[in-house]
């Protein structure tokens, strides 16, 4: 049960989201009170023991950590810890009745290795490498304004200076692009992975959400760079909840709203 019966702010909800404005708020001295429907908080961002007598905690759903901003981990005093992946993806596939497959990650030599043997040429990791230092350019310009005041659109295509890639990313459907930089369809759907997931949209949807799903994918931490949490998610999120309750939030589990 709450302590009191009046607050400044009742947040519903304990995941990450609402751990953050929680430890905010109470900071800035308001009182504030977390009210989660489950036994715990953290949301889709948790872990779990998976394997029985080994003490390693693993995320449950959400799992790797790319658009979490360091100034709230600084801000917070989180302590909270990612490491590098050394391998992004693996797409199996079969050629020419051959099973082979499509590896991003291991090092640049062996993903340019591993392109080379599944498209026959060196021409798509030259256009993959364009294409993510593009989108890497990109990161370093758009991230930092994921926490600054909404620009409006004519200040971040200043920001973004550069109207080949605006036009691709920002008004045209993310399918023409790909289409125009990739020949090899298996190449396309991995290049696609982070702009449809979840969506429900296709690559030429003139919505554009296929566009601001990829663009999320791609700027994290101005680098694009998708890190796991040591701990899983729930490391991240039990720091959470351990600076939101220092501030001095309250926070109640098994209280659905
Ligand atoms: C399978 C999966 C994988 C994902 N992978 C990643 C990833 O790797 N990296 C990444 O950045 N994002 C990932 N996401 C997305 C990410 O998990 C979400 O964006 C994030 O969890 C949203 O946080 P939130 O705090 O807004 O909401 P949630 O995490 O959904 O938390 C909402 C909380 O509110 C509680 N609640 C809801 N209704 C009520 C109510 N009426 N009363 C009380 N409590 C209520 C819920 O129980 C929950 O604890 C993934 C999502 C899924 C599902």
Redesign the pocket.
């Known amino acids: 049960m709450p302590e009191r019966t009046s607050y400044d702010a009742v947040i ?9 404005a929680a430890a905010y708020l109470a900071r800035a001295g308001r009182s504030v009170l977390v ?4 036994d ?6 948790v872990s779990t023991r998976a394997f029985t007598g080994i003490d390693a905690r693993l ?1 449950r ?8 901003p360091p100034a709230i981990v600084r801000d917070l005093g989180l302590r909270f810890a990612v490491r590098k992946r050394t391998v992004s993806s693996y797409t199996p596939a079969v050629r020419g009745g051959r099973p082979t497959g499509l590896l991003v990650g291991g090092g640049e030599a062996r993903t340019r290795e591993s392109f080379a043997e599944l498209t026959g040429s060196e021409r798509e990791f030259a256009a993959w490498q364009r294409f993510y230092g593009t989108t890497r350019r990109l990161a370093e310009r758009v991230f930092p304004t994921l926490t600054e005041p909404l620009p409006t659109r004519a200040a971040l295509r200043a920001a973004v200076d550069d109207d080949t890639t605006w036009h691709a990313l920002f008004e045209r459907p993310l399918g023409e692009l790909v289409e125009e930089t990739f020949t090899d369809d298996l190449v396309r759907g991995v290049v696609l992975t982070d702009a449809l997931i ?1 969506t429900f949209a296709a690559a030429h949807d003139p919505s554009l959400r296929q566009n601001r799903c990829f663009l999320y994918h791609v700027i ?1 931490g101005g680098t694009g760079d ?1 890190d796991v949490p040591l701990g899983g ?1 729930g490391a991240l ?1 039990d720091a959470l909840a351990e600076a939101a309750r220092g501030a001095g939030a309250e926070i109640v589990t098994d ?3």
């Open positions: 519903v909800g304990g995941g990450h989201n609402g751990l953050v009210l989660e429907r489950l715990h908080t953290g949301g889709a961002a995320s759903y959400s799992y790797l950590v790319s658009l979490l979840g994290g998708w998610m999120t209280c659905a709203v």
